[in-house]
């Protein structure tokens, strides 16, 4: 039986992870679909922003490593990211820092109404694009591909401009001692920046990156007001959370 278009893009995508490139002959022949059908899901998948088409192939149309974190627990980010967006009430202006979890956010918007977000995650605006009803601010600054967000200097001084309501932020490791972490100080120090300018903080992370904290402390987990996880949150770390008066909200 020929596999769904759904599991047709995700395979190729991850052929695209593995190998940097992929060739319609080599989609067709291990997906067992015509070089036709080949085709038409790597148009497909140009069309969604995912990969640049080359003659016979397709190149990836992101950062490798992006693009590595993208194919990681999908169902779990997915399943967070709507946990996320329905905590965002119509007419709400909001922060919304860079990251593959956080940037599904706006996916989940449809239905809401004048929402304003602030962010710094350029992979986002591929999600917001198409719901009228999302304004986006995105804050200046130097492009990292590898995160695909704007950081540095500029990118602080215009976070002094804002207030908002609440702050969806995206870590890359946590735990009791460090707190919410990053793998790079630049990083961290603007995620910290852009949770300072809101009322309410609000940590989106898969459990697997508890007990094992990056390189630079983002804010203690007594800074957070809520954290939206997967049910695999180690028990210990769970316990820590609640200490530090942290509302957290398991999604599967």
């Given amino acids: 039986m020929q596999a769904s278009i759904v599991d047709r893009k995700e395979k190729i995508l991850q052929m695209l992870t593995d190998e940097n490139s992929v060739s319609v002959t080599k989609i067709s022949e291990k997906l067992g679909v015509t070089v036709v059908t080949a085709r038409s899901d790597l148009a497909a998948l140009e069309s969604e922003g995912l990969l640049i088409r080359t003659h016979g192939g397709a190149v990836p149309s992101r950062h490798p490593k992006l693009m590595k974190r993208m194919q990681t627990k999908r169902e779990e980010k997915s399943a967070i990211a709507q946990t996320a967006a329905s905590l965002i009430d119509d007419g709400e202006t909001v922060i919304v820092t860079a990251g593959t979890s956080t940037a599904l956010i706006a996916k989940y918007l449809i239905g809401k109404k004048d929402v304003h977000i602030v962010t710094n995650n350029t992979l986002l605006l591929s999600f917001a694009r198409i719901n009228m009803q999302v304004r986006i601010t995105l804050i200046g600054g130097e492009f990292r591909p590898s995160e695909e967000g704007m950081i540095g200097p500029m990118a602080m001084a215009s976070l002094d401009q804002f207030h908002v309501s609440k702050a969806f932020i995206g870590i890359d490791g946590a735990s009791e001692k460090q707190g919410f972490t990053a793998h790079f100080l630049e990083s961290a120090e603007l995620v ?17 990156k508890f007990n094992s904290p990056g390189f630079a402390r983002i804010i203690p987990y007594t800074d957070a007001d809520i954290l939206i996880t997967d049910s695999h949150l180690p028990a210990a770390e769970e316990q820590a959370l609640q200490k530090a008066r942290v509302r957290v909200i398991k999604t599967t």
């Fill in 192 to 208: 910290r920046k852009m949770a300072q300018q809101a009322d309410e903080v609000i940590v989106l992370s898969d459990s697997e």
